[in-house]
């Protein structure tokens, strides 16, 4: 059961486009949504993240959206860049967990061309 | 400053052989974790552990084993390398053992080849 799923799987955007990135997710239990960055030869790092209480959060280009009621969320990246060039997952938690559970999505890959 | 150190980065192995993939932090990370990236999958978690002597199985566990004697190092190894093994693993950790208040913090990964 693939507990976060994510779309699309690929995504080519101009220089200066928007770059759309969405996930739903099916377990009420998580509370914690964040978004992480991957360059290729590089790990994963932490973009951006948000929680269930606020509908957007926004960190200079790139903004989560979230949507309870429908257990989406999803990331733009405005005016995107050729340097946003980069894999993107969405992941989801439980914060109520004893345990750092983090569960990922299966990513995108976000190619913008100059 | 280091971070989370992987070693080695790069490894090809034949059906049935063991290797140790190393992870060692410099943060005094509480949380540590080994993943693997495979084309269309994401990362998916291995095992982890939330301090020296205790770790747990992830989400695919098998054939993996780990130890944690030191708060600083999270070996993973391979007891007898299978080709499904061939992927990327990524070591990652966090200061918190919840993924609410702790960021994870990734190393720049070991591509594992099994022929």
């Known amino acids: 059961q693939q507990q976060v799923k994510q779309s699309p799987q690929s995504l080519i955007v101009q220089k200066g486009g928007i770059s759309i990135i969405n996930c739903a997710y099916e377990?009420?239990?998580?509370?914690?949504f964040p978004w992480y960055q991957q360059f290729p030869g590089k790990g994963p790092a932490l973009l951006i993240a948000?929680?269930?209480?606020?509908s957007e959060k926004k960190e200079g280009r790139f903004t989560i959206s979230f949507n309870k009621s429908a257990k989406q969320f999803s990331l733009h990246i405005m005016d995107s860049q050729p340097g946003d060039s980069a894999t993107y997952f969405c992941?989801?938690?439980?914060?109520?967990?004893?345990?750092?559970?983090?569960?990922f999505g299966k990513g995108t890959l976000l190619t913008v061309n100059p | 400053n280091a971070g989370v150190t992987q070693t080695p980065k790069f490894q090809v192995l034949k059906t049935g052989q063991s290797m140790t993939l190393q992870c060692a932090q410099d943060?005094?990370?509480?949380?540590m974790s080994w993943y693997r990236q495979d084309p269309g999958m994401g990362l998916r978690l291995i095992h982890y552990?939330?301090?020296?002597?205790?770790?747990d199985q992830g989400e695919v566990p098998n054939g993996y084993n780990v130890s944690r004697s030191t708060t600083e190092d999270f070996p993973l190894r391979l007891l007898s390398a299978a080709p499904s093994q061939t992927s990327v693993y990524f070591c990652?950790?966090?200061?918190?053992?919840?993924?609410?208040?702790?960021?994870?913090?990734f190393g720049e990964g070991s591509r594992l080849t099994v022929l």
């Open positions: 990652a950790s966090s200061y918190s053992r919840r993924a609410d208040t702790g960021e994870l913090f």
């Open positions: 943060m005094n990370h509480e949380y």
């Open positions: 992941a989801a938690s439980n914060s109520g967990g004893s345990n750092y559970k983090l569960t």
């Open positions: 552990s939330v301090g020296a002597g205790i770790t």
């Open positions: 377990n009420t239990a998580f509370d914690y």
């Open positions: 948000i929680r269930p209480d606020v």
